[in-house]
């Protein structure tokens, strides 16, 4: 049964267990034919015997339908189930109950012993049935199903019991004015209808087994843990422990276990992904924002202002549900580009004076079908002018070094000696001219300067030169405040 589905199951169960109560009621109803027929074929002298016996069958009968309709007070039934069940059980009662009463009335001595036994146990039943009742009306079905099992249903076939002895010794009576050959025992017919209630009610208790121990293994554990799981899970966070059982791989809470921990690793990214400082940003394969990080939202909101001057309808704190294409000034370019995406793919957004750097990448499942894209931010803005700016100065020092280039090589082949000092007073050019006037003279020099030498000029103190460097030094000096005091900027620009 482990293989068939749970509502095959159930119908399955119910209906075998109605098979077997319609076919108990067809052997009971055979059996009291058989019994009336007997009863029918004992002729003269006996009539007012007959009709009693009649009677008692009627209320063994009687007894029967009774046994039927309490077996259908089931505690797991509706409340409007349990109240319709109610008049036809109170309605074979009473019928049971009549025909005693009927019966008391021409019973023999020794009968009336036996038929008082039985009356003697209705009103107990009754109060049993009314307690039994008034568990279920509680809401305390669980304790009215034991209380069924074991009080209510044994003093039912106590009763059913007690109108069968009465019911055998009749036909006993009877049987004693009969032919060897005629009768029919009625205490045969009352054994056979015990017998099969008992079978009925040892059916119903297997079939009860069954069908609990199928939906056991369908659910693998307790049904409102599973629900207490479930809510949880819809909550986002599973606080409550379960196990599933060793070998346990198909039933509900087998997969439930599989579903949280899938859950949980995913709960796990995507807490990561919030406090990430990469921006990130997923759409599903209808190109609608999913998911957005902190960071992401970050971003949009500081340049939601410049975005607007040409997206009026932009908001960072509607991102999430919106359509990716609304970030793009020619959405139908975007979206083009997101339903023929194969692999990564990068791009630049340019909106609203800003910069926008773009990585898409597909998500796709095991199957290899696509459910949608990961799309990583970078506003490039800063950079870029840092950039442009950057390019801007190394442009404008290559044009320095090109003319500084163009200036020295002039330098070089002019017949005017020159020497550029830096302000340590460090000599940092000489040109060709300068530096053979220093060659030719530098016997002389060193007469007065004996360290002087043509070759080492360049690094060498300008001062050098002079017999009194401090006079060279404080001369220097003159004209430089002089060039200061003449040409402000050319001042400002060498400090």
């Keep these: 049964m482990s293989d068939i589905r749970l509502k095959q199951q159930l119908t399955l169960g119910i209906g075998l267990l109605v098979v077997a109560m319609a076919a108990a009621l067809y052997l009971a109803q055979a059996q009291l034919h058989r019994l009336q027929g007997a009863a029918d074929d004992v002729a003269d002298g006996q009539s007012a015997q007959i009709a009693q016996l009649a009677l008692a069958g009627q209320a063994q009968q009687a007894s029967q339908l009774l046994l039927r309709q309490l077996g259908g007070l089931l505690p797991d039934d509706s409340l409007a189930a349990q109240r319709a069940a109610q008049p036809p059980l109170d309605a074979a009662l009473d019928g049971v109950t009549g025909r005693l009463n009927s019966l008391s009335a021409h019973a023999s001595p020794d009968a009336k012993a036996k038929l008082d036994a039985a009356r003697n146990l209705d009103g107990p039943l009754r109060s049993q049935i009314a307690a039994y009742r008034q568990l279920l009306a509680g809401g305390r079905g669980e304790e009215a199903h034991g209380y069924l099992a074991a009080t209510l249903w044994p003093a039912a076939l106590k009763y059913q019991d007690a109108i069968g002895q009465y019911v055998r010794f009749e036909g006993e009576q009877a049987l004693k004015a009969e032919p060897a050959d005629a009768g029919v025992s009625a205490g045969a017919i009352g054994n056979e209808l015990l017998s ?59 997969c439930l276990a599989d579903v949280v921990a899938h859950t949980l690793e995913n709960l796990r990214v995507r807490n990561a992904l919030d406090v990430c400082t990469t921006n990130v940003m997923i759409a599903d394969d209808n190109h609608q924002v999913v998911y957005a990080n902190r960071a992401v939202l970050d971003m949009f909101q500081q340049a939601e202002a410049d975005i607007r001057q040409e997206l009026p309808q932009f908001s960072a704190r509607t991102i999430l549900g919106s359509s990716i294409d609304s970030f793009h000034r020619n959405p139908s370019y975007q979206r083009g580009v997101l339903q023929q995406l194969t692999g990564t793919h990068r791009g630049t957004i340019k909106v609203g004076g800003r910069t ?120 220097l000096q003159q004209v430089r405040e002089s060039i200061a005091r003449r040409y402000p900027s050319a001042a400002a620009l060498s400090a």
């Excluded at 119903?204 to 479930?230: E, Y």
């Excluded at 819809?234 to 060793?246: K, M």
Aim: net charge neutral; hydrophobic share 45%; aromatic share 6%.
């Design 196 to 254: 099969m209630g008992v079978a009925l009610l040892l059916l119903a208790a297997v079939l009860v087994w069954l069908l609990r121990r199928a939906l056991d293994r369908q659910f693998g554990g307790d049904p409102q843990l599973l629900a207490t799981v479930l809510r949880e899970l819809a909550d986002g966070e599973v606080r409550t422990e379960f196990r599933v059982r060793p070998g346990d791989k198909d039933s509900l809470f087998a």
């Design 356 to 475: 926008f750097s773009l990585v898409l990448t597909p998500i796709r499942d095991g199957q290899n079908r696509k459910l949608g894209a990961v799309v990583e931010w970078l506003d490039t803005t800063r950079d870029l002018e840092l950039k442009a700016a950057e390019e801007a100065r190394l442009a404008a020092d290559r044009r320095a070094a090109a003319e500084n280039a163009r200036i020295r090589s002039a330098l070089d082949v002019c017949t005017t000696n020159v020497m550029i000092a830096d302000e340590d007073h460090r000599i940092i050019y000489t040109n060709q001219s300068v530096q053979k006037m220093f060659q030719q003279a530098e016997a002389d020099i060193r007469r007065d300067i004996p360290r002087f030498s043509a070759g080492g000029l360049l690094g060498s103190n300008i001062d050098d030169f002079h017999k009194n460097p401090s006079y060279q030094r404080g001369l």
